[in-house]
């Protein structure tokens, strides 16, 4: 008896800890919510009739097993470089590891395609789009509309193009783009429109949001595991890595070389022009920091920069016992900084994690998470409105929202959701009487009521 209650203790146990464990309880779940994009031309999104985010979470004593159709609650599109794709239906399973190892070995490169997932099962890409320069015949290789590298795909080149500059006008408002459906990002899941400085006016027309909006005074949220297994955090974290100095930007430890031109690779500036593909007849520059190669990594001491994988080992909210942790980073004006998650190498043992079937025994994880709203910053922007009234969450929302316009007497104007992994909710200010409105936020048992002006 005293054996068989010893054991019953000891599952149960690990049970308990394996469910606080974040690689369980991170994800994003939903089994009702689809998706929806942008036509080219058309500012209203259509339905892509696939759910979003995570179906479900199951886990054993070692592994969390994902299912998701890789699909964000945001919309996509539309990808203005001439991309035929759209997001579709990627019908996935990842097997993340509940306790990543480091590797003390030679550290594994990062690949084309995943090398991660985010929170709502949308892809990670590195910082590689495919074309590489051929010294050969002194002109891009690989890639659409690129005639094929010699010796093998662009990653066994010298000068490995980087796709954050070289395909800036293909990715959407939310800085994504599909690889043949597979709908990814390279870089911080934030939207252009909500960076300090905006670098693409892809959102003027297609307005969409992103995974989570950038907050410069509190931690940054888990968004994502790498492909070793370890959890990768938004802009910002504590200074230190024991988890004081307050909130800063965490800072890539890589900068461009100080060079002026290449040595055996194309010359600085020099200008290439497209012959094939949905580029036809456009030119590139080739300036400093359109190869990978153009960056080198150099050893700070203050903590806030990361090191050659872009990572450090810190405390954060979710792992107060510290843990090897990325960062998705960006510059002081939040655009996107290289190597902008993950690599060029793994910190720790890497694997493919996407497998068929789960072949050992599971539990299921649903998810009861309750988003505090007591806890975040709301913004209805503008305030005064006119034409517009937006509904913007300073951080990453893990359950819906529901949102409601009243007039000042309490009638109901609109309804609206924020759905997890999302940001924004619109109202039509055009059709309300002047006036003063309330705006109110809630989730499950949380509630907080804006005032917002209409005005013209």
Not at 36 to 48: D, E, I
Not at 275 to 299: A, I, K, S
Not at 410 to 415: D, E, L, Q, S
């Amino acid at each position: 008896m005293k054996i068989k209650l010893y054991y019953l203790l000891t599952f149960f146990s690990l049970s308990i800890y394996s469910q606080d464990n974040p690689v369980i309880t991170s994800w994003l779940q939903n089994t009702s919510e689809t998706g929806s994009y942008y036509f080219s031309g058309n500012s209203t999104t259509v339905s892509n009739n696939i759910l979003v985010n995570c179906q479900s979470v199951e886990y054993s004593d070692n592994f969390a097993y994902i299912s998701t159709q890789g699909i964000p609650a945001y919309p996509t599109g539309p990808f203005s470089d001439g991309n035929p794709s759209n997001a579709e239906a990627q019908n996935n399973i990842y097997k993340m590891p509940l306790n990543p190892q480091p590797n003390n070995g030679n550290p594994t490169s990062t690949t084309g395609g995943n090398i991660g997932v985010f929170i709502n099962g949308v892809a990670l890409f590195d910082y590689r789009d495919g074309v590489a320069w051929n010294n050969n015949t002194n002109y891009l290789c690989g890639g659409p509309g690129n005639p094929p590298c010699p010796g093998g795909p662009a990653a066994t080149q010298n000068w490995n193009r980087d796709a954050i500059p070289a395909e800036m006008g293909g990715f959407d408002c939310s800085k994504g783009h599909p690889a043949q459906g597979n709908y990814h990002h390279h870089q911080n899941p934030s939207a252009f429109k909500l960076d300090l400085e905006v670098v693409s006016d892809i959102c003027n027309l297609y307005d969409a949001e992103g995974l989570y909006a950038i907050d410069s005074n509190n931690h940054s949220p888990l968004i994502g595991f790498a492909y070793d297994g370890y959890p990768i955090y938004g802009a910002y974290g504590y200074k230190n890595s024991d988890g004081t100095g307050g909130i800063t930007r965490i800072k890539s430890g890589y900068q461009l070389k100080n060079i002026t031109s290449r040595a055996n690779g194309p010359d600085i500036n020099q200008v290439v022009t497209i012959t094939q593909g949905p580029n036809t007849g456009n030119q590139e520059t080739l300036f400093l920091g359109y190869f990978r190669e153009d960056y080198e990594h150099v050893e700070h001491t203050e903590e806030e920069y990361l090191d050659v994988h872009n990572g450090r080992f810190c405390i954060t909210p979710e792992y107060p016992e510290g843990t090897y942790a990325y960062f998705a980073t960006v510059d002081e004006n939040w655009n996107s900084a290289y190597p902008y998650a993950v690599g060029p190498t793994f910190y720790g043992v890497y694997e493919n994690r996407i497998v068929n079937t789960i072949n050992e025994s599971t539990n299921e994880y649903l998810s009861n998470d309750s988003f505090e709203i007591n806890e975040v910053e709301i913004s209805i922007i503008p305030n005064p409105a006119s034409d517009l009234i937006a509904v913007q969450i300073k951080d990453l929302i893990t359950s819906d929202l529901d949102i409601t316009l009243y007039d000042i007497n309490g009638k109901v104007i609109k309804h609206k959701r924020i759905y997890a992994g999302s940001t924004i909710a619109y109202f039509n200010a055009q059709t309300l009487y002047e006036g003063v409105y309330l705006i109110n936020i809630s989730s499950n048992n949380y509630t907080t009521t804006k005032r917002v002006i209409v005005s013209r």
